[in-house]
């Protein structure tokens, strides 16, 4: 019977506690207000959020962290960024397929209905949370930290699971085929360098443009 190394278990239980909680917070919550982005309570919380969870990922990657949490250079930049327009090419046309059926983007109540220029600041600390330190901590957890324990599973496993895993880990229900869709390119994109910086940048500028395109159209 094969042994399962205890860095899996602990992180296994990790994202599932993780995704509990965020099922259970939104089946037993109240809908989020329509400008949460525009709130400073709401960058602050997601800050001690990220770093809550990034203490955790680093603790139990310790003290192999380089290796497990794939921080060294891609095999190739070029491949990366032909890879990367492909997912994100392929994200947008799913996500354009899915909005009538299931509508996910309203589903997470994060994305505003338009543009304050009154509450700017709030919105650029949300900007900045989102765009820049959530990528950063969701790659080193799921594309780094995760698919580095579950390759000894196999290249397509190690793939499958990290994309289901990311998606529950957001809560959702209508959104979800598109996070395991958007999970399972990140953990390809990972596979094929060998490195989760071009996962980290793909995802920064998926949830820029997301957010941009929220308050500007």
Do not use: K
């Not at 939104?26 to 001690?48: C, H, K, M, N, Q």
Request: charged share 15%.
């Amino acid at each position: 019977m094969a042994v399962i190394p205890g860095r899996l278990v602990a992180w296994a239980s990790f994202v599932t506690a993780f995704a509990t909680l965020n099922y259970v917070g939104r089946f037993a919550g109240d809908e989020p207000p329509s400008d949460i982005l525009y709130r400073y309570g709401t960058a602050v919380f997601g800050l001690i959020q990220f770093l809550v969870v990034l203490g955790i990922v680093v603790a139990i990657a310790r003290p192999r962290m380089r290796e497990l949490l794939a921080l060294r250079r891609p095999s190739s930049w070029w491949l990366a960024v032909r890879i990367s327009a492909g997912i994100f090419v392929g994200i947008m046309i799913l996500g354009a397929v899915l909005e009538p059926l299931l509508n996910p983007g309203e589903e997470q109540g994060l994305l505003p209905e338009g543009w304050d220029s009154d509450r700017a600041g709030a919105f650029a600390a949300n900007f900045a949370v989102i765009a820049l330190l959530a990528p950063v901590v969701e790659e080193l957890t799921f594309r780094g930290l995760g698919f580095s324990l579950l390759r000894r599973f196999g290249r397509w496993i190690a793939i499958a699971v990290v994309a289901v895993a990311f998606g529950l880990a957001h809560g959702l229900v209508a959104g979800l085929p598109l996070l395991v869709a958007f999970g399972a390119g990140l953990a390809y994109l990972r596979s094929r360098t060998e490195s989760v910086y071009p996962a980290i940048a793909l995802h920064g500028i998926f949830n820029s443009v997301v957010l941009t395109l929220s308050v500007t159209m």
